[in-house]
């Protein structure tokens, strides 16, 4: 029966009497409530995804000072949205969503409290459109009125407005984390000795970190408010950027594990992964819980007035923590994807396991690409920068950008895309509007993106491009000097990147087409979806359950013996990893030395 | 499927063993043609390509006289183009003619293809190396010409004091610019012609004001923002 | 081996963990401390460390500082300043470096004094005759940073600010010019 509120027949699948449906695809136990608002957060998301991907184009293209679409003000003001929409909005409406199917869905419970479900979603869109509205109306004064971008950085003089609807939206996502948090206390309540299942321990992983972040930008933001309005002098800029980093980083450390949990949700699902170390996984988990909020202070490695003993203190106990349990799940997602294979008779030589996987699926090849290119692109980068000495050939470069893109976006938002696929089979029960497209999407994207990061980096670090400037190749306003040799690389940055933007419309047009013109799937026609050699059975002919896979199934033996399974396959590619980690570890290092002597 | 750790045999042995493994296990991927695998190994040597091209122009701008950094530039730059273009049409060519091809030119290009394609490869990389041209090497100082953007460097100082509860603003030093706009809350507040480059402000009302350069075009050339709490009295 | 979607049954928790995978693990471990140790020796055996001392200062107290400066230094034709001691000022500001321009000998050691009188800056040097040998350093309003720096290479060395701090930012530069 159709909800109340039912458009396009998007919220019209069959519940039995309780509200419980089972999926043949996952064996999950979903009840209507949190079905409907996985459904709601997500296509809100998308419509945040394309707004995002409108002010990217703008963006790109402006940079590329071929075309130098924008000028200095305008270009601004886009930045601003473009970063809003695709860093908070599109893909914290998304986790909202990963929660709920996290939480409740996996458990196979009701969604508590769904009033504050309701009204979360509302206070964080109120919030999104004033925060909308506050970078839009900017005057670009310089004394009264300038952009936010991203950070705000106190004390550039900055619409009170925008720090009081950043906090709203703070506080709409607060609401809406509440269900997800109420269902993991009542779990335990009802269930104490038993363990979380994995996905859902990496879950509220993510909400406590979440729950940390979101106090850190409380702070950050009603210091900004208070010292605007004369309460708070002494919060000055260093303050500032402490506490907005705890939130600034915070949430990339959200994105993070929510892109994680999703691996080893789609692996299992899509690619009859297992898990190989339980302790190992939930351990790895725990450790980014613990380090990653001191570890916020890599972006003040060269900020003034900071100790080198407490950076350095922030950078590595801290951060490495953080580091080391990346470096933890990157073997142990690709070892449970081989290891499960191979177990299931697909795994052959080295990376049979691997090249037989099903790479046509769009749910499994983004996961599997935003692994590898997280990975090699953002991770590495990423440990680099966060050297004390590096980040000095990195801070504020271009460089910056290409890294943030290739964690975010190659790995967060290409992850997120094979949620919103997996989302529109399994909940929405539509097929793709085409899919072919929608096979070939992910590469176009991916490769597009990975491409335009790249790019992004070499300007930073070749030449030393600086970000958030409309202007620096072809010519800096008011003097003759420019970086005009980075012309040429700017030249391929500007077709990768429409081309990649054009990957990531592709995405929108297929998501939105899909939802309004896909054919409606009846149960049991998302066999396709399924890991190979699964299927789903009815139990009787008169009954609407259906059986387990079989596949899935596999991996519920606690006992079975993980030695007995290879893993040559995973450990070849992680020394592979290691390998380009060390060599561009020791490449920017040799080159730092070089430069003329800086500091005491 | 069993571990195959064994640990038995000399540590020569087990290193004999381990590389003959990886040899074999290298030419199984080189050989390797479903379309994934296409896809997999021509992405890892544009990358790699594009790695090592980017690496070797930097290592070069900080040490010029590095020259033999030109031939693993080079290595990179032809692999950007020669990875995609042996596994995604020279390999599956080779195989293809090893399994249907019988006449003499097909057996030659079935049994020596691959030695074939590698060798034209390295011949590149070395004619390039040895003689590195424009698009292969990046740039990384002004070019020679001197002729880099259309501006003349803009030059001025902004001096100002509060006279008689006045604030008066003088730009001295004054080049490269047509007229200077005085704006405030977002607005021109007046335009100022030069030389001399002279204004008053009432502190009452613009107690914070940006002072912008222009060209004749009224496009934007430098600013200055002035705030009258740092202006000093006379 | 167990399903990341059902809670894991037993003792999971003392399961063995495989061989490879311990391996990678002490792999990571190393790695770990060895990103922490480079990077604290360094501190100490390495010429390039973004390490100098801060001191709290008023806008109006650094504008004295710099105007002092100013004073005491010899003004060049091309209107670079000829520091008299070791001591330069590179203050960032809406939307100029001041301080600057100002000439420098190769060889010898200067005391940068870094810092902003309004908002948030980024301090972003490069030799004209190789962009690539390029470093960044952040200023603040309120702090004044020293930060020690000898040049080996004469050159002209452009300052941009990779910070945004309102329009007219893009053309926010400066010249040190290092001569032998």
Redesign the interface.
């Known amino acids: 029966m159709a909800h109340r509120f039912d458009v396009f027949g998007w919220f019209d699948n069959e519940f039995d009497a309780d509200g419980f449906r089972e999926c043949s695809v996952?064996?999950?136990n979903v009840h209507r409530s949190v079905e409907h608002y996985v459904k709601l957060y997500g296509v809100t998301a998308v419509v945040f995804l394309l707004v995002g991907g409108l002010f990217a184009l703008t963006v790109a293209l402006t940079r590329w000072e071929t075309v130098a679409l924008l000028e200095?003000?305008d270009y601004?003001r886009h930045l601003s949205m473009h970063a809003w929409s695709m860093l908070i909005f599109w893909i914290i409406f998304m986790e909202i969503a990963i929660l709920y199917v996290g939480g409740p869905m996996?458990l196979g419970r009701k969604l508590p409290a769904k009033w504050a479900a309701a009204v979360g979603y509302a206070v964080m869109l109120l919030g999104a459109i004033l925060i909308y509205y506050s970078i839009w109306t900017v005057?670009?004064?310089?004394?009264?009125?300038?952009?936010p971008?991203l950070t705000a950085?106190v004390?550039?003089e900055i619409n009170p407005l925008f720090y009081a609807s950043a906090i709203v939206f703070l506080v709409g996502v607060t609401l809406a984390a509440l269900p997800f948090l109420l269902t993991i206390w009542f779990e335990k309540r009802a269930n104490p000795g038993?363990?979380?299942?994995?996905?859902t321990f990496g879950a509220f992983v993510a909400s406590m970190i979440a729950v940390q972040s979101i106090l850190g930008g409380l702070i950050a933001f009603g210091g900004a408010l208070a010292w605007q309005f004369g309460y708070a002098p002494w919060f000055?800029?260093?303050i500032y950027?402490q506490w907005f980093w705890i939130i600034g980083h915070g949430t990339q450390q959200i994105n993070l594990v929510a892109m994680i949990t999703v691996w080893?949700?789609f692996t299992?699902?899509i690619g009859g992964?297992?898990?190989?170390?339980?302790?190992?996984s939930r351990t790895a988990f725990i450790l980014y819980l613990f380090f990653i909020v001191m570890g916020a202070a890599h972006h003040?490695?060269?900020?003034?007035?900071l100790s080198?003993g407490w950076r350095?203190w922030n950078?590595?106990?801290a951060f490495?923590g953080a580091?080391?349990a990346s470096?933890?799940h990157a073997?142990?997602i690709p070892?449970?994807l081989e290891?499960?294979r191979?177990?299931r008779g697909k795994?052959g030589?080295?990376?049979g396991w691997l090249?037989s996987a099903p790479?046509k699926n769009p749910v499994f090849s983004t996961s599997i690409f935003a692994i590898i290119l997280f990975g090699f692109l953002g991770g590495i980068t990423g440990?680099l920068m966060g050297?004390?000495?590096l980040?000095?050939?990195?801070?504020?470069?271009f460089a910056t950008v290409g890294h943030f893109h290739s964690t975010v976006v190659l790995g967060t938002t290409l992850t997120f895309m094979g949620v919103v696929y997996f989302v529109i089979r399994t909940m929405f029960m539509r097929e793709f509007v085409s899919p072919k497209l929608a096979t070939l999407q992910p590469?176009f994207y991916a490769?597009g993106m990975?491409l335009t990061a790249?790019m992004m980096m070499?300007v930073g670090?070749?030449?030393?491009i600086?970000?958030?400037?409309?202007?620096?190749v072809?010519?800096?306003?008011?003097?003759?000097?420019?970086?005009?040799?980075?012309a040429?690389?700017f030249d391929v940055f500007g077709v990768v990147a429409v081309f990649a933007i054009a990957g990531g419309a592709l995405f929108v047009l297929l998501a939105v087409g899909s939802l309004l013109f896909g054919k409606r799937i009846e149960s049991g026609d998302n066999d396709d979806l399924v890991a190979d050699g699964g299927s789903a059975e009815p139990r009787s002919a008169d009954s609407r359950a259906l059986e387990a896979r079989d596949d899935?199934a596999m991996?519920?033996?606690?006992?079975?013996?993980?030695?007995?399974?290879?893993?040559?396959g995973?450990?070849v590619l992680?020394l592979i990893f290691?390998a380009v980690?060390?060599v561009a570890?020791v490449?920017n290092?040799y080159?730092?030395?070089?430069?003329?002597?800086?500091?005491? | 499927m069993s571990n195959t750790n064994t640990t038995n045999g000399t540590p020569l042995e087990y290193v004999q063993r381990t590389l003959r493994q990886a040899w074999r296990d290298t030419l199984s991927i080189y050989y390797a043609n479903t379309t994934i695998w296409r896809y997999l190994k021509s992405g890892a040597l544009l990358w790699f390509g594009l790695m090592i091209w980017a690496f070797s122009n930097l290592v070069l701008s900080y040490q010029p006289d590095w020259t033999f950094m030109y031939y693993v530039m080079a290595y990179g730059f032809v692999l950007v183009l020669w990875g995609p273009l042996t596994h995604f049409v020279v390999v599956p060519l080779v195989i293809r003619v090893r399994r249907s091809g019988t006449t003499s030119p097909l057996r030659f290009v079935a049994r020596h293809g691959s030695k074939l394609n590698l060798t034209v490869f390295f011949l590149i990389v070395i004619v390039l190396g040895a003689m590195p041209f424009g698009p292969m090497v990046l740039d990384f100082q002004p070019p020679a010409t001197g002729d880099d953007g259309d501006t003349a460097s803009v030059n001025a100082d902004l001096e100002c004091a509060v006279v008689d509860d006045v604030i008066e603003c003088e730009l001295t030093d004054a080049e490269g610019f047509d007229h200077a706009a005085v704006m405030s809350g977002g607005e021109d507040v007046k335009t100022v012609d030069g030389p001399p480059y002279e204004f008053e402000l009432d502190p009452d009302e613009h107690d914070q004001f940006v002072v912008e350069l222009r060209d004749e075009e009224g496009n934007q050339l430098h600013r200055f923002v002035e705030r009258v709490e740092g202006v000093d009295s006379e | 081996m167990t399903s990341p979607i059902k809670p894991p049954e037993g003792n999971w928790w003392d399961q063995p963990v495989n061989r490879r995978e311990s391996i990678w693990l002490g792999l990571g471990v190393g790695w770990a401390l060895v990103l922490f140790g480079w990077m604290s020796a360094f501190t100490r055996i390495g010429d390039q460390n973004p390490i100098g001392e801060t001191y709290r200062v008023t806008s109006e107290e650094l504008r004295e500082s710099v105007d002092a400066f100013k004073a005491e230094a010899e003004e060049r034709d091309d209107g670079a300043y000829v520091p008299p001691g070791d001591d330069i000022y590179v203050v960032g500001m809406q939307f100029a470096w001041d301080g600057l321009p100002v000439v420098l000998e190769t060889g010898r050691e200067y005391n940068f004094h870094l810092g902003s009188y309004d908002v948030q800056h980024g301090f972003s040097i490069r030799p004209e005759h190789a962009y690539s040998q390029q470093i960044n350093l952040h200023v603040t309003p309120g702090k004044e940073w020293i930060v020690p720096m000898e040049f080996d290479e004469p050159g002209t060395y452009h300052v941009l600010c990779n910070e945004f701090c309102g329009e007219g930012h893009e053309g926010m530069h400066g010249e040190i010019y290092v001569e032998d």
């Not at chain 1, 980040?391 to 470069?397: E, K, P, R």
């Not at chain 1, 600086?466 to 620096?472: A, F, I, L, M």
């Not at chain 1, 033996?557 to 030695?563: L, R, S």
Request: aromatic letters at 14%; a negative charge; hydrophobic letters at 40%.
């Open positions: 996952t064996g999950f200095a003000g601004y996996v005057s670009g004064d310089p004394t009264a009125d300038n952009a971008l950085y004390p550039l038993k363990t979380l299942p994995l996905v000055d800029a260093g950027r080893y949700l299992h699902v992964a297992e898990v190989v170390s339980e302790k190992v003040l490695m060269v900020d003034p007035g080198a350095i950078t590595s106990y490495y580091t080391f470096l933890i073997f142990t070892a449970g290891a499960g191979r177990k795994g030589g080295l990376f090249t790479w440990v050297q004390l000495q980040n000095m050939s990195w801070h504020n470069t590469y490769s990975a790249l070499y670090i070749l030449y030393g600086p970000r958030r400037t409309n202007e620096v072809e010519n800096i306003p008011g003097t003759d000097f420019s970086i005009q040799g980075a040429p690389l899935l991996a519920e033996d606690p006992e079975d013996p993980v030695h007995a399974y290879e893993m040559r995973t450990f992680c290691l980690f060390v570890y490449l290092w080159l730092l030395t070089q430069l003329w002597s800086i500091g005491a």
